[in-house]
């Protein structure tokens, strides 16, 4: 199995990451995760765009052009003749002598990308899964896709210990995002998510959700909502790279829709793939 390190496509097995690394020690990188559909990269100029935007806030500085980058991940799905999955590539800000700041020299930024199979998740997409509320105890820059991830894990393993697909995370009255994906309410044939601020990660599918919203006459608004908008909703799903248009037809004890996805909602996952074809 081939893997990109520093930029070079080497075998999986070649590799060595120190352990002074700082994403290693500090969680101090970004991270993306691109779907590949049949052999290609989807939406692959907005998540290339958003790993360098996600660099440029905490001050890393990506040693290659967004170009030989592209270049590179298209090779890798080829070489290792990647069919339908994901390639999650990972920068961080390099190796050295532990301390908190940043190191006291430039040094080279580590990066790694490698491919992986994983089929479009129909079965899930088609019955619905449920979701748990869970209080967002994330820090306050959740629109970097940082490796930090530790308050993303307790919250999927929470809804994961009540037999949840998803933790709906929640700021006090306020919600923000799933533990993984973005968060949508449909309200009287209305699409509702919230803004993305500093709080959540804009994510690529929730932004082709709103394109495909605003080219197919679907009413919606990018507005904050509450605990209660969500439980009194008439639909509500889930997006992320990995579960597309994702329908929750269940929150803590209460079913929404009668349990079955709604009627907007599958009409935007329907959307979603001829989007993908
Ligand atoms: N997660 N919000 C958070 C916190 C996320 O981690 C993700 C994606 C999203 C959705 O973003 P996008 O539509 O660009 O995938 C929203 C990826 C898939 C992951 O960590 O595996």
């Not at 994510?203 to 919203?213: D, H, M, S």
């Not at 929404?256 to 009627?263: A, D, E, F, L, Q």
Request: with cysteine; charged share 25%.
């Amino acid at each position: 199995e081939k893997i990109i390190f520093n930029g070079e496509i080497v075998e999986k097995s070649e590799v060595n990451i120190d352990i002074e690394d700082r994403g290693y020690q500090f969680g101090d990188g970004i991270y993306e995760v691109i779907r590949v559909y049949n052999g290609h990269l989807f939406t692959k100029d907005e998540h290339i765009q958003r790993l360098y935007e996600s660099a440029e806030k905490i001050s890393i500085r990506i040693p290659f052009s967004k170009k030989d980058l592209m270049q590179r991940l298209e090779e890798l799905v080829e070489t290792n003749q990647l069919d339908t999955g994901i390639i999650y590539l990972q920068i961080t800000r390099g190796t050295y002598t532990r301390q908190h700041g940043f190191p006291s020299e430039e040094i080279i930024p580590t990066y790694v990308a490698y491919t992986r199979e994983m089929p479009i998740p129909q079965v899930s997409m088609d019955n619905g899964v449920k979701g748990l509320l869970v209080e967002d105890i994330r820090w306050l820059r959740c629109d970097i896709k940082s490796l930090n991830l530790l308050g993303n894990i307790l919250a999927k393993q929470q809804a994961a210990e009540a037999g949840c697909y998803e933790a709906i995370q929640h700021r006090g009255e306020e919600i923000t995002e799933g533990s993984s994906s973005n968060v949508f309410i449909v309200k009287d044939n209305c699409v509702i998510t919230r803004p993305a601020t500093n709080l959540i990660l804009n994510g690529i599918t929730r932004q082709v959700i709103l394109k495909l919203c605003k080219e197919n006459g679907i009413e919606y608004k990018e507005q904050i909502f509450t605990v209660n908008d969500l439980k009194q909703a008439d639909e509500v799903f889930i997006s992320s790279t990995t579960s597309e248009v994702m329908p929750i037809v269940q929150i803590n004890e209460l079913q929404i829709n009668s349990g079955t996805p709604g009627k907007i909602t599958k009409k935007l996952q329907n959307l979603f793939k001829r989007e993908i074809e």
